[in-house]
């Protein structure tokens, strides 16, 4: 791989704003467009820019394969950990009511309730985004046994 400084100092600059960018998505998809999965793909696509840039192996080393397959799963988890919370406070399965600090005002419980299931999404989604990109990128080398 070519040495291309402005590429490489591009993508380190660009990356850091890149995650926030997908924080404030995720953080404000109840209130406007946006949400887990579009924050989860955002996230996925900083990781992305830098293996076209650095090189697959590298972001492979602080992002190691198992580690994505594990936010895949893990995103499932929280996801369905949310539906069984809601059950176990005596609610109906995703039934966001559960959560709220003041019974007389349940639709607070809704705010928390939704961000912990596109919380979900995004683990998720990132976990999937990731292992795809791996998977093309990775084609026509030899296979690793992680």
Do not use: W
Not at 87 to 103: C, I, K
């Amino acid at each position: 791989m070519r040495e291309e400084i402005i590429v490489r100092v591009g993508a380190k600059i660009l990356a850091p704003f890149i995650i926030t960018f997908a924080l404030y998505v995720h953080f404000h998809g109840d209130y406007s467009p946006g949400g887990g999965f579009q924050a989860g793909v955002i996230l996925a696509a900083a990781f992305a820019l830098l293996a076209l840039v650095y090189g697959l192996d590298e972001v492979q080393r602080v992002l190691p394969p198992r580690f994505v397959r594990g936010c895949a799963a893990l995103g499932v988890l929280i996801f369905a950990g949310a539906g069984v919370a809601t059950m176990a406070l005596g609610h109906g399965y995703l039934a966001y009511n559960a959560f709220a600090y003041d019974p007389a005002h349940p639709e607070g419980g809704q705010h928390y309730g939704i961000l912990l299931v596109e919380l979900g999404v995004l683990v998720t989604v990132f976990g999937v985004m990731v292992s795809v990109f791996y998977l093309f990128a990775g084609r026509g080398r030899r296979e690793d046994p992680q």
